[in-house]
């Protein structure tokens, strides 16, 4: 009898309790898609796009241009979905002494998105597009973070006549998945995150991908209104954050075949601070495979110094991956560097 009573209760449990998830499901398919457009409407209310939308061929993009001077910075943020506001800590500072532009990319925040591939050719043409549309004529020093650096390589290849200088802040390099392979056996979990952001931007209509974006911390040294802003618009971006990590085995092939950057001034910042103990665990890594990836890492980035005839390699020990928000007078030095050397030159 006791044995009766209590899987009766349990099955009575269950079965509310599944009846329960069911209506929370449907009430969630109901209000969250209403929810998720309201969200998105105040989000556009409340963080108007810094800088100017301009419209290259019936696509708007979102570029902030502040300061006076030549040559112009001009900022490549790395992927993700933080567009212009990587560069939140270094953009006024630079400003000071010379013009300095940020911008977003195709889908990326205020930006419209757009058909298509988004491999590194279609950002240089983009980049491109938007400069002439801002009246923004050069000649420019290019700021590439993370994937920003293959991006601005690509550019300096197809509108190399523009192009005076560039930082490379801890940024990719062309032969970077092929040699981490190589030395660990497989990509980090980092790596291979495309079936997770796939999955979630075919649910970001419903409001689920905002409500786990509100759990998002972000970087401990990234601007409060970085994070809040990147969490306002994480559903309207994720898409074409996915097509740019999916297309990214082309962006650095592509990168790979231009090397060779001449005399042009350049400065690469490396970030050397040891991986956390729990972002390893979260790549699914050892700290000995930690120590192995640091160690590639380096000697990549040691290659990428040798692509100009005047570049100078820095290492940043006291950084993260993201130099621009940990060591921000790091990158605002090195940029003025290129800067100073590009008017020496242009004075002779």
Known sequence: MKHRVMRKFFRNFFLGFGGLIA???VMGLIFGPTWEQYERHQAALEFPAPGRLLNIGGRRIQIDCRGTGSPTVVFESGGGIQGALSWAKVHDPVAKFTRACAYSRAGILWSDDKDGSHDGVGVAKDLHATLAAAGENGPFVLVGHSLGGPYITIYAKLFGDQVVGLVYVDASHPDQQKRIKAALGRLPK??????????????SW??????????????????????KISKAFTSNSLAAALAEMHAMPATLDEAGTFRNLGDRPIV????????????LKAAGLSTTEGEKLDSVWLDLQNDMSSWSSRSTHRIVSNAGHFIQFDR???VVTAIREVVDNVRTDSSR
């Open 23 to 25: 209506v929370i499901a």
């Open 190 to 203: 980092s790596f291979v995150r495309e079936t997770l952001y796939k999955f979630a931007t075919h649910l």
């Open 268 to 279: 690469v910042l490396t970030h050397m601070r040891p991986t956390p103990e729990g972002s």
């Open 328 to 330: 921000p007078s790091v």
């Open 206 to 227: 419903t409001g689920v991908v905002r409500l786990g974006a509100l759990f998002l911390v972000g970087g401990p040294n990234m601007p409060n209104e970085t994070i």
